[in-house]
């Protein structure tokens, strides 16, 4: 029985297979000539397509009884159009710069507004094409539609029915769309996690031999992090082959590179920090999709914890730290937002303390800036770098701050003058800081003030030299890792 259950065991299954594709067991149809002879010959074809009708004729995929906007705005197509429309690598591109293939499973780039959309989408202007492969299963509460965001911008989905199916459903959506003629579109492909993403990247990249690069944006080295995945000893073997076999590794944070050169120390030559933007004026010019003080009136005083759920956001110590002042006022409250792999954990917390009904607990949301505006304090111990912008739109929203001193705001902000700075472990510093804010309210303008007034004046705006730094730490990759470089 026990050798049944283990065939049966989905985490098995998957990984035996993943084997057999390693191994070369598992192969896909089609050779592997080179993009230069396919773009020759694309080449060609619209010579003779000029010499026929007299006129340039634009090879760029067609969707099915539908113009594309001469505008930037996304069109959306229906999958069924979408698959039937020709080959993306049709396309010709008369830049002179790279073609990229971005895997991720972040649904969010589905939305305009989102920071991941814009960080591809703004893309269009710095590379030839722009492709994206969203790793997606049936039944997600955001299932997406194929689009074509712009004029050299894809994105396809796969609608994989189980998770672990999605890295081979992933390859197969990649080589339908980006093969030709046994060649392969893409210069360059970029994964956006470890996982998934990478291992789809690895196996494109072995296959048409083309760089590889992971950008790692989560903690994925957080101990909290791996030990609550479904099958976390799969994840982890998938993370030493990713790792064992990508080009390059860019990270959101020192954190996360050091972790990284720990996991694998071949990779300590070739592991940098992604360039960063902070785009200060739109964070503060955001105008608020709802307000905390509506959604919460029982509330005089709110104070906003936005955390990732992990061991690194010290969402235990915040909890610690603001309740002696929640019990002493039954008017204040705490609101954390955010979801991740210790939820469960700080909700049973807040009963413990016997605070739940004045803490309130909130999923991650689309944006967190009307969760800031609407507050009157920001509590904010995180030492992953990745969650820096928090403390920045805080800043520029004029809202107190008590933070981890050793991170950004230790950089930028002086204790008792522009910010209240607490190691992340010092749970009476937090109860201290807070109370100077719920009584001084004289302090809670000028903190503000200076803090505003820090950020705008140390904090890089040049979003050009932000596009063509990210540009460049992507393009510097690939001519290190081409043999013929």
Not at 43 to 58: D, G, H, L, N, T
Not at 198 to 221: E, N, S
Request: hydrophobic share 40%.
């Amino acid at each position: 029985m026990a050798e049944e259950k283990n065939i049966l065991d989905p985490a098995k299954k998957a990984a035996n297979v993943l084997d057999a594709v390693m191994s070369g067991d598992v192969e896909v149809d089609g050779g592997d000539e080179g993009l230069e002879i396919v773009d020759e010959r694309i080449k060609e074809r619209m010579i003779q397509e000029k010499e026929k009708r007299a006129e340039a004729v634009s090879l760029s995929p067609q969707v099915e009884s539908q113009e594309l906007p001469e505008g930037d705005t996304p069109t959306l197509l229906k999958a069924k159009v979408a698959r039937k429309e020709s080959p993306v690598l049709e396309y010709v591109s008369e830049r002179n710069s790279a073609r990229i293939l971005f895997l991720t499973k972040d649904t969010t780039v589905l939305q305009e507004q989102s920071p991941a959309f814009r960080r591809i989408a703004d893309l269009r202007h710095t590379f030839a094409e722009v492709h994206i492969v969203l790793l997606n299963t049936r039944g997600h509460e955001e299932r997406p539609p194929v689009l074509r965001f712009f004029n050299n911008v894809w994105l396809y989905a796969t609608e994989s029915t189980s998770w672990w199916k999605i890295v081979f459903d992933a390859r197969r959506l990649v080589e339908q769309q980006l093969s030709f003629g046994g060649g392969f579109r893409a210069d360059a492909i970029i994964a956006e996690d470890p996982f998934e993403s990478g291992l789809v990247a690895c196996m494109i990249g072995k296959k048409y031999k083309r760089f590889v690069q992971l950008h790692i944006y989560d903690d994925v080295f957080d101990e909290s992090y791996m030990s609550h995945m479904e099958y976390p000893t799969l994840y982890t073997w998938v993370m030493h082959y990713v790792f064992n076999n990508v080009s390059s590794v860019r990270t959101k944070t020192e954190f996360q590179r050091g972790g990284v050169i720990a996991f694998n120390s071949k990779l300590s030559a070739d592991a940098e920090l992604l360039p960063s933007y902070y785009n200060l004026s739109a964070w503060r010019d955001f105008v608020p999709t709802f307000s905390l003080r509506e959604r919460y009136p029982q509330f005089k005083f709110i104070i906003v914890h936005i955390s990732s759920m992990q061991k690194s956001s010290h969402t235990g110590e915040v909890l610690l730290g603001v309740s002696p002042l929640l019990r002493r006022y039954p008017t204040i409250g705490l609101v954390i937002v955010g979801s991740g792999p210790l939820r469960s954990a700080y909700e049973k917390q807040a009963i413990a303390l016997n605070l739940h009904n004045q803490i309130k607990f909130e999923p991650t949301p689309n944006e967190i800036l009307s969760h800031l505006k609407s507050a009157h304090v920001l509590v904010h111990l995180s030492e992953d770098g990745a969650e820096d912008e928090v403390v920045l739109s805080a800043a520029v929203n004029k809202i107190p701050l008590v933070a981890n001193g050793q991170g950004i705001a230790g950089k930028l902000f002086v204790d008792g003058e522009s910010a209240r700075l607490c190691d992340p472990t010092d749970t009476a510093c937090v109860t201290d800081s807070v109370n100077m804010y719920l009584n001084d309210n004289l302090a809670r303008n000028q903190f503000s003030l200076v803090a505003y007034d820090t950020v705008f004046e140390r904090i890089e705006q040049d979003y050009t030299g932000y596009l063509r730094a990210y540009r460049a730490s992507i393009e510097r990759s690939i001519a290190q890792h081409t043999p013929e470089a």
